[in-house]
């Protein structure tokens, strides 16, 4: 098992710093980590708006899509509670709760990118960065850091960027690439270069409102894996092959009509 290999004393273990907005499986990530011997830090973001997040997207895809992506997000998380059975049986199966270790620091701030996010990156000097579920860092942001900043991605990249890339890759008849990746972070989005890639395969009872949670259990290894390479100082990138497509979630019209015609949910 993947474990944390220092060159420093005892005393003074490297830090991990896990920037997140928070959920389920940034916890998970955390808890595994901490699990394996990695002294983490959590770094705790506030979450962008949904309001935020639709103008974006509405500049850049329209008014139309925008809303329905939306109503996506929306359903996605009311039906959470119909996984719940599912939730619990995957938690089960690798032996993984829904808490954090009360060992580990937490360290709020309103925005990873944020003046003082770049301090309290100062204070703890960090020796690899991880990303779980965050807006995406500016690249003056990313510019300042003193150590790898690393991704974790639900879906393979490149042609899976973005968001909902496991839902995407059923979607378009490609269930051999329904997996993670774990890349180093640079100025675009998810198109750093791919350090680790787990591939995986949903069950009959899997959704849009659990594929993430598959994916990032599947990741746990690779995940461990990157950081052991940060820490050690044999990080090996490789520039993401193939077709590049950033993705978003699909609009609520879309989604239905997948789902009843394809049983693809």
Request: charged share 15%; with cysteine.
């Amino acid at each position: 098992m993947p474990g944390p290999v220092s060159t420093h004393s005892a005393n003074a273990r490297p830090i991990v710093l896990v920037m997140t907005a928070g959920g389920m499986n940034p916890t998970i990530v955390v808890a595994d980590l901490a699990r394996r011997g990695f002294n983490v830090h959590v770094c705790l973001e506030q979450p962008e708006g949904k309001g935020e997040i639709t103008r974006r997207r509405a500049r850049k895809l329209g008014w139309t899509s925008a809303l329905g992506q939306l109503g996506t997000m929306i359903a996605a998380r009311l039906l959470r509670r119909f996984a719940d059975r599912r939730v619990s049986q995957l938690l089960a199966s690798h032996g993984i709760g829904k808490t954090l270790p009360e060992t580990v620091p937490i360290h709020p701030v309103t925005s990873i990118n944020a003046g003082e996010t770049a301090g309290l990156v100062r204070d703890l000097n960090p020796a690899a960065i991880l990303l779980v579920s965050t807006r995406l860092m500016t690249a003056a942001q990313l510019a300042s850091m003193p150590c790898p900043v690393i991704n974790l991605h639900a879906g393979i990249n490149p042609n899976y960027r973005g968001q909902m890339g496991g839902y995407w890759s059923l979607r378009e008849n490609d269930a051999g690439n329904f997996g993670a990746t774990i890349h180093l972070v640079d100025a675009g989005t998810d198109t750093g270069g791919t350090l680790y890639e787990a591939r995986t395969r949903p069950a009959k009872g899997d959704f849009i409102s659990t594929y993430p949670l598959v994916l990032t259990l599947a990741a746990l290894d690779i995940t461990a894996r990157a950081i052991s390479d940060a820490l050690n100082g044999t990080l090996r990138p490789v520039p993401p092959a193939g077709p590049s497509a950033l993705r978003f979630p699909p609009t609520l019209w879309s989604w239905i009509w997948c789902g009843i015609t394809r049983r693809i949910w």
